[in-house]
């Protein structure tokens, strides 16, 4: 288990691995939405909670497809699932190199982000706090998207598809968890939710996961 | 008719006993299929197929194109489910190699052995890349591999994994004549010592352990393709 | 872990026979002989309660005549959620007994529940107009309709996407639980985040409690309309399913005599 953490981790960061492609999104993210809507800071920071928390989501998105498609292809998937690790622990393995590749970087860069977008005082702890307790439910659903769509050759819109409505609960806590945050009250009860789903997800989802890769290698 | 496909010797046990690769004559070693089905895309391409597979001993698949000697392994191997029959086989004691050789392009010969060793909690990733003349090219990133040096480096990961029993699959396609008798000296080796191997290929390795089965006669006939399910619909 | 896994499915292989066999053809006599009866009296349930609802009942002293909506809009609502919840079962009985019926069922009800929340949702946004003055509110319900529309959505092209008729069932099973959980957790999210916008859903109207006995009896045959027209549409869909697999299925032995 841990060399497969090892292994997924070296080759995200070696070249061609995809590293940082997330965070330049959320940057992008970041940099267009005030272009967008205008250099009105009461705007801005009325709105930044949701546009980071919307940023970080979609940036996620945007590797997820990766999780299984390059070892589905080169045929490592067939291999770890008859390797003497459960099939489930190879999910909840790769869900968590992905969180570490794309999930925490963008919790240690938000704040720079919430600057650009005049997030109010207050709102940056609950930011940060809030994107490291969802991210990584974010991970894990979208590893269950992706063991689905594994099989398709061009699964890619699909995943998001399947994946967005599933990842409705999780934005609507985090980004209510740093709304509620600036403005002073309720934010831990957002949080404690936030961090429910991302521990129910953490616990089931793998389940789900597994059978769909078992699915889609048949 | 449709009898229950399993892996039937408990493997929790004899986990254990199938780490080192010294200890593998004290494994479970074999393997044996009765009456097996099995199935591409939904239409069954063998079926009754019997075979057996003792420690020690090589069985060479034959047959042209198409008759399923892919799906036969993977079928074996667990990958997918049969139609009907069964496959007795410790589990843990399979391991499968095929066109897919799962290397990483991005990382070295070396480093891609290691991690699956490790997976497998095996060591003996230096003998493994002696053993397929390996060793110099060691820390060449897999991208830099020609197609048969990466070829090579998947059959030494069957070494690495410390499984008695190998499932290879064409296994000597993109060798030259010099990598196919290094490749059949080291199934010798492994047969040597007690380990079994169910080969799909068109070239002769001239291994005296070998026998060869035919799986033509296996061809499902054209009434039962399609599977249980078809039958109901059509 | 892995093997153990395969157990069951070779306990389910070998269980199937029976069910199969007799199964797609049994389904397909038997809805042949019931449809005609379910249509005729869906037809009749609806027209009855359209009739009556809106002709035959008063105006509300606040809404006027355009609370006559509610005939469409609550049972297409209710179909919406029911309909989801079928799949969920039928997916269930597909996984644990492997019976393609029930897949094919609950592959069929997808669109056909996929177009009552379209009509729950167009409806509630001409009722919502001239009532809340907006044709969309970001109120917990349509919010979750709306998240509900996306679920449908994903299921259908999950379905169409996957060219393996017996991976395309598994997966959407796998799918359809996981998405029930979700759908759940976000129904309840939507009101906790709604509260937080508009402090209390001050938009929303609680049906049931409002409506007067005269609106209640011809809303209860709309409904019962509904779900005779909603089983009449799936058991017709999952015929055109079958006959569409018996199509598949002849051609793969053509291709292969």
Same mark, same amino acid.
């Given at each position: 288990?841990?060399?497969?953490?090892?292994?997924?981790?070296?080759?995200?960061?070696?070249?061609?691995?995809?590293?940082?492609? &997330? $965070?330049?999104?959320? =940057? +992008?993210?970041? #940099? !267009?939405?005030? *272009?967008?809507?205008? @250099?009105? %800071?009461?705007?801005?920071?009325?709105?930044?909670?949701?546009?980071?928390?919307?940023?970080?989501?979609?940036?996620?998105?945007?590797?997820?497809?990766?999780?299984?498609?390059?070892?589905?292809?080169?045929?490592?998937?067939?291999?770890?699932?008859?390797?003497?690790?459960?099939?489930?622990?190879?999910?909840?393995?790769?869900?968590?190199?992905?969180?570490?590749?794309? &999930? $925490?970087?963008?919790? =240690? +860069?938000?704040? #720079? !982000?919430?600057? *650009?977008?005049?997030? @109010?005082? %207050?709102?940056?702890?609950?930011?940060?706090?809030?994107?490291?307790?969802?991210?990584?439910?974010?991970?894990?659903?979208?590893?269950?998207?992706?063991?689905?769509?594994?099989?398709?050759?061009?699964?890619?819109?699909?995943?998001?598809?399947?994946?967005?409505?599933?990842?409705?609960?999780?934005?609507?806590?985090?980004?209510?968890?740093?709304?509620?945050?600036?403005? &002073?009250?309720?934010?831990?009860?957002?949080?404690?939710? !936030?961090?429910? *789903?991302?521990?129910?997800?953490?616990?089931?989802?793998?389940?789900?996961?597994?059978?769909?890769?078992?699915?889609?290698?048949? | 008719?449709?009898?229950?496909?399993?892996?039937?010797?408990?493997?929790?046990?004899?986990?254990?006993?199938?780490?080192?690769?010294?200890?593998?004559?004290?494994?479970?070693?074999?393997?044996?299929?009765?009456?097996?089905?099995?199935?591409?895309?939904?239409?069954?391409?063998?079926?009754?197929?019997?075979?057996?597979?003792?420690?020690?001993?090589?069985?060479?698949?034959?047959?042209?194109?198409?008759?399923?000697?892919?799906?036969?392994?993977?079928?074996?191997?667990?990958?997918?489910?049969?139609?009907?029959?069964?496959?007795?086989?410790?589990?843990?004691?399979?391991?499968?190699?095929?066109?897919?050789?799962?290397?990483?392009?991005?990382?070295?010969?070396?480093?891609?052995?290691?991690?699956?060793?490790?997976?497998?909690?095996?060591?003996?990733?230096?003998?493994?890349?002696?053993?397929?003349?390996?060793?110099?090219?060691?820390?060449?990133?897999?991208?830099?591999?020609?197609?048969?040096?990466?070829?090579?480096?998947?059959?030494?990961?069957?070494?690495?994994?410390?499984?008695?029993?190998?499932?290879?699959?064409?296994?000597?396609?993109?060798?030259?004549?010099?990598?196919?008798?290094?490749?059949?000296?080291?199934?010798?080796?492994?047969?040597?010592?007690?380990?079994?191997?169910?080969?799909?290929?068109?070239?002769?390795?001239?291994?005296?352990?070998?026998?060869?089965?035919?799986?033509?006669?296996?061809?499902?006939?054209?009434?039962?393709?399609?599977?249980?399910?078809?039958?109901?619909?059509? | 872990?892995?093997?153990?896994?395969?157990?069951?499915?070779?306990?389910?292989?070998?269980?199937?026979?029976?069910?199969?066999?007799?199964?797609?053809?049994?389904?397909?006599?038997?809805?042949?002989?019931?449809?005609?009866?379910?249509?005729?009296?869906?037809?009749?349930?609806?027209?009855?309660?359209?009739?009556?609802?809106?002709?035959?009942?008063?105006?509300?002293?606040?809404?006027?005549?355009?609370?006559?909506?509610?005939?469409?809009?609550?049972?297409?609502?209710?179909?919406?959620?029911?309909?989801?919840?079928?799949?969920?079962?039928?997916?269930?009985?597909?996984?644990?007994?492997?019976?393609?019926?029930?897949?094919?069922?609950?592959?069929?009800?997808?669109?056909?529940?996929?177009?009552?929340?379209?009509?729950?949702?167009?409806?509630?946004?001409?009722?919502?107009?001239?009532?809340?003055?907006?044709?969309?509110?970001?109120?917990?319900?349509?919010?979750?309709?709306?998240?509900?529309?996306?679920?449908?959505?994903?299921?259908?092209?999950?379905?169409?996407?996957?060219?393996?008729?017996?991976?395309?069932?598994?997966?959407?099973?796998?799918?359809?639980?996981?998405?029930?959980?979700?759908?759940?957790?976000?129904?309840?999210?939507?009101?906790?985040?709604?509260?937080?916008?508009?402090?209390?859903?001050?938009?929303?109207?609680?049906?049931?409690?409002?409506?007067?006995?005269?609106?209640?009896?011809?809303?209860?045959?709309?409904?019962?309309?509904?779900?005779?027209?909603?089983?009449?549409?799936?058991?017709?869909?999952?015929?055109?399913?079958?006959?569409?697999?018996?199509?598949?299925?002849?051609?793969?032995?053509?291709?292969?005599?």
């Amino acid at each position: 288990m841990t060399a497969l953490l090892l292994r997924d981790l070296r080759l995200a960061t070696r070249a061609g691995g995809g590293f940082g492609l &997330g $965070l330049a999104f959320f =940057l +992008l993210v970041a #940099v !267009l939405v005030p *272009l967008g809507v205008g @250099p009105e %800071p009461a705007l801005l920071a009325r709105i930044a909670p949701g546009i980071l928390w919307v940023g970080a989501l979609l940036a996620c998105l945007l590797s997820l497809d990766r999780i299984f498609a390059l070892d589905f292809e080169d045929g490592s998937m067939d291999l770890l699932a008859i390797a003497p690790i459960p099939l489930e622990g190879v999910v909840a393995v790769k869900a968590l190199a992905h969180w570490l590749v794309t &999930g $925490l970087p963008l919790t =240690l +860069l938000s704040p #720079v !982000l919430g600057v *650009l977008l005049h997030l @109010p005082g %207050p709102g940056y702890v609950w930011l940060v706090l809030s994107l490291a307790l969802g991210t990584p439910a974010l991970s894990m659903i979208g590893a269950f998207g992706a063991a689905l769509t594994v099989g398709l050759k061009r699964g890619g819109l699909l995943l998001s598809l399947l994946v967005l409505p599933l990842y409705v609960p999780t934005l609507i806590y985090g980004a209510e968890a740093v709304r509620r945050g600036v403005d &002073g009250q309720g934010a831990p009860t957002a949080l404690l939710l !936030l961090a429910g *789903l991302t521990a129910g997800a953490a616990a089931l989802l793998p389940f789900a996961a597994a059978a769909a890769i078992r699915v889609n290698l048949r | 008719m449709g009898g229950s496909v399993s892996h039937d010797l408990p493997h929790r046990h004899s986990r254990s006993r199938c780490r080192c690769r010294s200890g593998i004559s004290g494994c479970v070693v074999g393997l044996t299929v009765i009456d097996l089905a099995c199935a591409r895309g939904g239409v069954t391409v063998l079926a009754g197929v019997r075979l057996t597979l003792p420690a020690g001993r090589a069985l060479v698949l034959r047959g042209p194109n198409g008759i399923g000697k892919t799906t036969l392994l993977r079928t074996v191997a667990g990958l997918q489910p049969a139609v009907s029959g069964r496959v007795q086989a410790d589990p843990e004691s399979l391991t499968y190699a095929a066109h897919a050789d799962g290397l990483k392009a991005a990382l070295t010969a070396r480093e891609n052995l290691a991690f699956w060793a490790a997976v497998h909690g095996q060591g003996g990733v230096d003998a493994a890349l002696t053993a397929l003349n390996l060793t110099a090219l060691q820390d060449r990133p897999a991208q830099h591999l020609s197609a048969g040096q990466k070829r090579r480096l998947g059959l030494a990961r069957l070494l690495v994994t410390g499984r008695p029993v190998w499932l290879l699959d064409e296994p000597t396609v993109s060798l030259d004549a010099a990598s196919v008798a290094l490749f059949a000296e080291v199934l010798r080796g492994h047969l040597a010592q007690g380990g079994a191997a169910l080969i799909a290929t068109h070239v002769d390795l001239a291994l005296d352990e070998a026998a060869v089965l035919d799986l033509t006669a296996f061809r499902a006939q054209s009434r039962s393709h399609g599977g249980a399910f078809d039958e109901a619909f059509a | 872990m892995l093997r153990s896994e395969r157990e069951p499915k070779g306990a389910w292989l070998s269980g199937m026979s029976l069910w199969e066999y007799a199964n797609p053809r049994r389904f397909l006599q038997t809805s042949a002989r019931l449809l005609p009866w379910l249509a005729g009296l869906s037809a009749l349930c609806l027209a009855t309660g359209g009739i009556w609802g809106f002709f035959f009942t008063p105006d509300d002293f606040r809404q006027g005549s355009t609370v006559k909506i509610i005939y469409l809009h609550v049972p297409a609502a209710m179909m919406a959620v029911n309909g989801w919840i079928m799949m969920l079962v039928t997916s269930l009985i597909w996984l644990i007994r492997r019976h393609h019926v029930s897949a094919l069922a609950a592959k069929a009800a997808g669109p056909v529940g996929l177009t009552m929340t379209m009509i729950a949702l167009v409806t509630g946004a001409l009722w919502g107009q001239p009532m809340w003055g907006t044709w969309w509110a970001w109120d917990p319900r349509l919010t979750s309709f709306l998240i509900l529309t996306l679920f449908y959505l994903g299921y259908i092209a999950l379905w169409a996407a996957v060219e393996d008729p017996d991976t395309a069932a598994d997966l959407t099973s796998v799918l359809c639980i996981v998405g029930s959980v979700f759908a759940v957790l976000s129904r309840y999210a939507v009101n906790f985040w709604s509260q937080g916008l508009h402090q209390g859903a001050s938009l929303s109207l609680d049906k049931e409690k409002n409506v007067a006995d005269v609106f209640y009896l011809p809303l209860l045959v709309c409904i019962a309309g509904f779900v005779l027209l909603f089983v009449t549409l799936v058991l017709l869909r999952t015929g055109t399913e079958i006959r569409a697999r018996r199509l598949q299925s002849l051609l793969a032995r053509e291709r292969m005599a």
